[in-house]
Nanobody, 124 residues
Framework: QVQLVESGGGLVQAGGSLRLSCAAS????????MGWFRQTPGKEREFVAA????????YHAGSVKGRFTISSDKAKNTVYLQMNSLKPEDTAVYYC?????????????????WGQGTQVTVSS
């Protein structure tokens, strides 16, 4: 079992920055795919970014490319999402996810492990 705990959410003005953290525990996530998703009320969970834990290959959704960056600190078993130039439309609950074998890293249905989510609110 893998436990994921997100932190770092909060209220920020448009144009500001936040860094979300996702701490993994329970078992090693070496070789896992780590993803960030977000969700607003009444909408489906939306892919934000993903990376391969071992290889470091990253992928970002078009809506956040150039503004958000996924990264990891293997020593801390933690994945980050650096969010810059935030917009009101980035307001959502952000979730961290992990899976050891996944065909489509952009699909939430492929992930076995999820954190509890952290709220990000961007004011205009």
């Amino acid at each position: 079992q893998v436990q994921l705990v997100e932190s770092g959410g909060g209220l920020v003005q448009a144009g500001g920055s936040l860094r979300l953290s996702c701490a993994a525990s329970g078992r090693t996530v070496d070789g896992y795919i780590m993803g960030w998703f977000r969700q607003t009320p009444g909408k489906e969970r939306e892919f934000v970014a993903a990376m391969s834990w071992s290889g470091g290959v990253t992928y970002h959704a078009g809506s956040v490319k150039g503004r958000f960056t996924i990264s990891s600190d293997k020593a801390k078993n933690t994945v980050y999402l650096q969010m810059n130039s935030l917009k009101p439309e980035d307001t959502a609950v952000y979730y961290c996810a992990a899976d050891h074998s996944i065909r489509d890293a952009t699909s939430p249905g492929g992930y076995d492990y999820w954190g509890q989510g952290t709220q990000v609110t961007v004011s205009s």
